[in-house]
């Protein structure tokens, strides 16, 4: 049995509106993150030079968790790590505003390679490390200690699915604990990569945020789980990527299902967001919509739905479904108990 | 208890170096090296002039594909690399193709870094600069504007998988890794696994990737590891004066499957994962752990989780990027791990042949382990002239030797090591 030890964190509550396309007309409401720049846990000087501001977070709400536990350096360096990322080019022009100004004021006649010499000189040195894709899992370990078998999903929200169902795998093939962390940095550009998925035209809100969960294999004596996981399943089809149309079936994995409550995520949205709750209503069982309380959290969605179920639990809700639907229609549904 | 197997049926690569598995070994035996002056992006004004790019237009493999796959190919190089890759493939595996069942299939895709490729559209940038707009967004929104899922530019990442889980009708999970160097091996390790986890009897694992785009070479030009050519110097794993990588690219993926699978349907394996190591080295962002202590166990860990012992390895495919930080580090943590055998194993990196595909690093250089295991033949380091270390067997001629059991290392960027252990099905 796989039980959840403890978790943490970040999310953010100040919203701006953030132009895509002055053509189009295409704007979003994007989560600002507020960077705890006095905990102990943020990240060096240096370091804080090549992080996502979600990474930053991430690190110091990786330490946090971690600290409330004396794991010994032995237990620290053999637990697995699994992640999920969002998007990782944050700020294109932040990067490469030298670059496009070459373009710019380039002449297109003119010297190719005066052009080429320019942008070589404008790219920045630390680009490749700035967009590391493994970035979060790095600093997480470079930062806490974890050094066990891992591995970073991307990017879709299913992602923390693969990831949360890699780490129920470590446990039950004997490991004791692992670590499940996800980290949404939403921008523009995630919302240009989502958008076009959806059926609907969009009037996006997207939110940076994300988390860590502590798996652990036994109920221990001197730590108190917090819930256990009795089922993770998803569906068993292959996405069709030339259809747009959203085709809800989670009912079918929730056949069968005693719970009393259901957390879901999924829409990018709010006309999307109200279709899944209308159809959920269908199942006569009360609902929570990760949407509605943070907008769309990406791969951080099922983090966010397992803290919102633990805080259930914790209030006498015996057995929560945890469900989620990523851009490409992918459902899937983790069960959280009681224990 | 005895470990269930996992076997590879099938696999199929683009490289630099080969335009399909099949061309890989005339490749090494003649010893040919796909570094050249870059086609694809202008380096006339960079200090380096050369990669390892797949010289051939490939529209020519995909011509049947749908007109949305067709136009983001041209686009976006990975997915072009993949849908070659799968074409290449197409009526060879379609027997294979016909057994699979939906919910008993996944794949698993290691994925490089999405990076606009800016140099396609510099005069659509210079002209949304010039009118008051922010060109990237206005560029994306523009081309993104079709009926299907398949955006032409910006992509989630599990675009890959998904477009192989189509062709393969996987529909157990599609799962893309993101972790730089290691992700096609992380991809294979990860397919392995979930097989032995019963989450599915066949995965598609492997990966894509290329650095022949505007953004990634200046970045890892910018970042030191591509050397110099005006200083004389070429990619030369393992060699004194090394000082930097070869950019390159490429995709492809390996079938596995479950040794129930390969029973029922009579199938003859070509290879089998018996293992891997994977660890962090939770050290630096920028460098590898110069203590080793965690490559040394990724090592070691492929040995114990295989069931190996050192003295039956006959060949080591190491990741020698040719890079002054991982060479050495890396022949030392082969000596800590393997002891008196690894001055016997021949070693040897074929990067400065193929160059680095960074996420796709390890499916290309899986599929050439198997080609080397077909041809009984082990590769030289081409570029070799004076080694780092002269401890190690490190193969200065190609050679004429069966490999039965071989290690296949990879290590990325933020301390992640990655080690395959394979063995010989064709004996």
Known sequence: M?????????????????????????????????????????PT???????????????????????????????????????SNGSFFGNFEKHLSRVLKVFKDASLEGSRIEIYKKIYRASPPLLAIETLTNSNMSFIAQYTGLKGNNATFGNTSTSTYYALNQGLNEIKNGENYCMVSASNGANIYSHIMNRSTSEVELTGFENTGGGHIILSRKKHNDKKVLCKITKMTNTKKVPNL??????????????????ELIIFSGAIDQGVNDKDEQYLKALNIPTISIFKKYGYLGVSNLIFGIIEGIKNIKNGVKSIDVIDRDVYGRESLIRLELC | MLKNKVYIIEYEMISPIALGKDEFIESITSNKSAERVVDRVNTDGFPF??????????????????????????????????????????????PIINLLKEEETGTILGIGSDALPLEFFEEEIKNY????????????TYLNNNSSKVNLVNNPYDIHSLYLAEKFKAGAFQKSILTACVSSTQAIALGYESILNKEAKVVIAGGTDSLVNLVPLTAFGKLGVIPETATGTECTPFDRNRNGTLAGEAAGFVILASEEFVNQNNIQPLGQIMGYGNSLDGYKITAPDPSGISMTKAIENALSNSGLKSSQIDYINAHGTGTRHNDELELRCIGKALGEDAKRIPISSTKDRHGHAIAAAGIQELCLLLELMKHETMPSNLKLKSPCSEEFNLLRKNKKKKITYALTNNFAFGGINTVLAIKNERI
């Open chain 2, 129 to 140: 600069t010039l009118m008051g707009l922010n060109p990237v967004p206005e560029l994306e």
């Open chain 2, 49 to 94: 002039k050369k990669a390892a790019e797949v010289k051939k237009d490939l529209s020519f493999l995909y011509e049947n594909e749908k007109e949305v796959i067709k136009k983001a190919s041209k686009i976006d190089r990975k997915l072009e690399l993949l849908v070659a890759a799968y074409w290449k493939s197409k009526k060879r595996l379609e």
């Open chain 1, 242 to 259: 030339y259809d747009k149309t959203i085709k809800r079936t989670w009912i079918e994995l929730l056949k069968g299902s005693k719970s």
């Open chain 1, 45 to 83: 000087r240096s370091d804080q030079k090549v992080m996502r501001d979600d990474v930053k977070m991430s690190i110091v709400t990786a330490q946090e968790l971690l600290n409330k536990y004396n794991f010994s350096q032995k237990t620290l360096s053999n637990m697995p790590l699994f992640v």
């Open chain 1, 2 to 42: 796989t039980y959840i030890l403890d978790h943490s964190s970040f999310v953010c509550d100040n919203f701006e509106d953030e132009k895509i396309s002055d053509l189009n007309n295409i704007s979003v409401k994007i989560g600002k993150l507020s960077l705890d720049h006095e905990s102990e846990f943020f």
